[in-house]
T-cell receptor, first 113, second 112 residues
Framework: KAGVTQTPRYLIKTRGQQVTLSCSPI?????VSWYQQTPGQGLQFLFE???????NKGNFPGRFSGRQFSNSRSEMNVSTLELGDSALYLC????????????FGPGTRLTVL | SQELEQSPQSLIVQEGKNLTINCTSS?????LYWYKQKYGEGLIFLMM?????EEKSHEKITAKLDEKKQQSSLHITASQPSHAGIYLC????????????FGQGTRLTINP
């Protein structure tokens, strides 16, 4: 099976712009979670989607949003970018049900200038 | 909220030596995940532990879960350059693993 894919891999934006990141989960996986990784805060949970519905949300401002499509692909959007949004954004997919491990994609490196 | 503390934060070992990384939780562990990350890349799943006392091994890597101590350890035997990277432990809240809380990571360097 193909792994989790994320596009684009690298992105450079300026403050105030918005950005959309994409994630395609492993075939058959219906849960997609998004994480932000920075040197200062480490790896932090953003939100999780399952069957096109947001089930869980981390402590991030409303500028961070997402959605999931019927084929389980997910997008994450960040509006009004700030310098502090520069980070590696990782998505992970898993089968539904408790105890199943999450498989991570390679990430999208976002740089905000 | 749950917090995970990893120790040490960084580790430099000679190739062929054994090493241990610890992960201690501030709350009860319902599921503990170990991942490896090459700098700036995605996380590679290593192992998942769910029951107290559980121990799993894959090649030269062994992970254990001590439920009473709210702690997990990752042990690498006869380290190799391919083991170099950042090791992250993640804890699952009750009800599932879709919202992992991660430790800060342990950076492992293997000297030839």
């Amino acid at each position: 099976k193909a792994g989790v894919t994320q596009t684009p891999r690298y992105l450079i934006k300026t403050r105030g712009q918005q950005v959309t990141l994409s994630c395609s989960p492993i075939s058959g996986h219906r849960s997609v979670s998004w994480y932000q990784q920075t040197p200062g805060q480490g790896l932090q949970f953003l939100f999780e989607y399952f069957s096109e519905t947001q089930r869980n949300k981390g402590n991030f401002p409303g500028r961070f949003s997402g959605r999931q499509f019927s084929n389980s692909r997910s997008e994450m959007n960040v509006s009004t970018l700030e310098l502090g949004d520069s980070a590696l954004y990782l998505c992970a997919s898993r089968l539904a049900g408790g105890g199943n491990e999450q498989f991570f994609g390679p990430g999208t490196r976002l740089t905000v200038l | 909220s749950q917090e995970l503390e990893q120790s040490p934060q960084s580790l430099i070992v000679q190739e062929g030596k054994n090493l241990t990384i610890n992960c201690t939780s501030s709350k009860t562990l319902y599921g503990l995940y170990w991942y490896k990350q090459k700098y700036g890349e995605g996380l590679i799943f290593l192992m998942m532990l769910q029951k107290g006392g559980e121990e799993k091994s894959h090649e030269k890597i062994t992970a254990k879960l001590d439920e009473k101590k709210q702690q997990s350890s990752l042990h690498i035997t006869a380290s190799q350059p391919s083991h170099a990277g950042i090791y992250l432990c993640g804890a699952a809240p009750p009800g599932g693993a879709q919202k992992l809380v991660f430790g800060q990571g342990t950076r492992l360097t293997i000297n030839p």
